[in-house]
């Protein structure tokens, strides 16, 4: 009978061929499902036994319904491999009908073979070796497509099982995502496939990405079984780094988002956007990802149409490709679909590290029981997981997440900063802004001090980039037309230049930017000095060079500028000053959270808010902060008073607190940041006295 069935499954009538499958598939289950019956049982005879040998050499006694489902499952390994079968009476069946039926039996009855020692060896003699054939060869849409699902079920249900053969799929599988693709000819053979010679098509990138979107939990124990061994692959490094270079490989595809540079400034530049940086110098990755985007810009705005960018309208698929089962050939693949993936693959990551971390950093920092008597912090420290039972296994998962991301940080930084300068709808924007998000918080909660200053850095660059400080130092206010001819000799000509200032997307960036600040403001250390130096530049931008504060509410302080810092430090505090602004939503309620809110009033208000949890900072936290105060504020009155006499500089410098991290250089070169804030003689002249 099942001979007769698989010869109807071959049928070119629809209807026949799906019943008869459909007929097969249920033979199979009602097999394998005896076995979940007979281990019920306990009053099975031992003659009912018989010894079967095994695929590793070795016997062993199975039941009858044991019997049956392992000589039936091996025999669909048999013919997915162009094998005759030894159980079943079967002359053919197709070799995408017994993966499909390999498929049905694993998703439905994976708890089953993980108790059932044969079972699991078929899976690794039999099934894994067909699997890594299958996808080594040339590459054949519908068989590629139903070992890839395959290899997927694999990986998630079996992974520990099968700890070897699931490293030699994440690996193959990683390979296929980073490597180039062009379009492989049908001359090709199985040969030059095999030894990796041969041009892998675009939709065997896709199905690899459509199963490896970011499973947190998965990545978790990939670290833990290969990367944090010293003899293991680097399964969870190379995986990222293959991301960064899909998401980088084509920046015409993605095109480049204008708005990131700022409004009002030229779009062809000198590259000291890239070049220049806030804060901490980390090994240039975010400057050369910054100088990358600048250069796509420069070099490819000229060919590219609007069309160019990602978004989930124009670029995904209605059904993935790893559910069109019943294509003989690959669907048609929009080009920026596998770009697609590798952004939300990238977004899945961060995300799941935020997930699992900030519950956890939420009950053991801030929620964690205290002593009587003990002040509550509301500015908490960073997570010391020394001081964490080291085998506990909330512990252990803890530093592996610590690791992964210690490890991990340079090839997600580099990514994200690329992806969020490109062309990206609004929903996807604000998904890779709140990467970064979590990225910079993960970092800042597991006391992770270098990716953590990265992240702001970077964040810094895109909230208030430096071109548009830089333009504000030479923009000159246009003069207004007071005669009928100048008036009409610019009708139609020329336009009024518009003043330098930041965009909705730059804004939404320092809105994060701040928001991380406040979230980590117990534990930033030394690196206030760096945030309080952007949030300068902030301010210096969103006030046009401060001439616009005086009769508006106040912006850091109760003040502006230096004379606001120091009259802070003075009263042992930063109190806010003013009332926040009332900004109109304008049918904001629609979008998302990040992207509402992001007038001047507001934002000035959430830095206000930043300086006013001052008051939350236990003793050392709130000296590092006033330090950096202190430290910025000598810097801004040497910048301006370079030319003054050099006894006066010295008195200044003199009058500082005493601290390390408060020295500051002799040349002046080194004192002149990219700051650009300009402080009236004035303002030095009072503030010395």
Known sequence: MGNYLARLQESR???????AAATLRQLVMFVVDKVVDEDKRDDLPRSDFSETTLPNGSTKALGPSAKDAFSVFEDLCLLANSEKPTFLKLETLRKTFALELIE???????????KHEELLLLLQHHLCPLLLKALSDRPSFPLTLRSTRVVFLLLKQFSSELNTEAEVFLMLLIKIVGADMEAATPAQSSESFHLGHGARPQWMRVLAMEIMRGDAELMRNVWARYDAEESGSKVFTSLITALKRLITEKPAVLGVSSQMLGVGVPSHGSSSDGAAGYGLDVGGVAGMVANAASATMSNVVGMMGPEAGLSLQGSVMKLQCIDQLDKADSPPIPEPYVYLLGVQCLVSLCEGFAAFVGPLFNS????????????????????DLSSLPPDDPTTKQLQLVHDMVENGWPALLAALSFVVSTNLSDDLFVDVLASYQAMTNVSGMLGLVTPRDAFFTSLAKFAIPSRVVSSLDTYVEPPTPRTPGILSDNLGLTSPAQAPTLSERNMACLKVFVASSLFLAGSLGESWFNILEALQNADYVLTTKGAKAQGKRNTIGPGTGVTAINRSVSAGNVPVGGQPGNSSPQQQSARHPLLTDLDVD???HSIQRLFDASKNMDDRAFHDFIASLCKLSAVMVGMQSEDSDSATEFKLVDELPTSPSLSLPVDPAHRRRVSGIHLARTLVSEIIM
């Open 13 to 19: 009538i629809a209807v026949v061929s799906s019943t």
């Open 602 to 604: 507001s934002l000035q």
């Open 104 to 114: 049905s039996v694993l998703t439905n009855y994976h708890e089953l073979f993980r």
């Open 364 to 383: 053991l920092v801030v929620q964690r029981p205290r002593n009587a008597g003990e002040p509550v912090v509301r500015a908490p420290p960073a997570l």
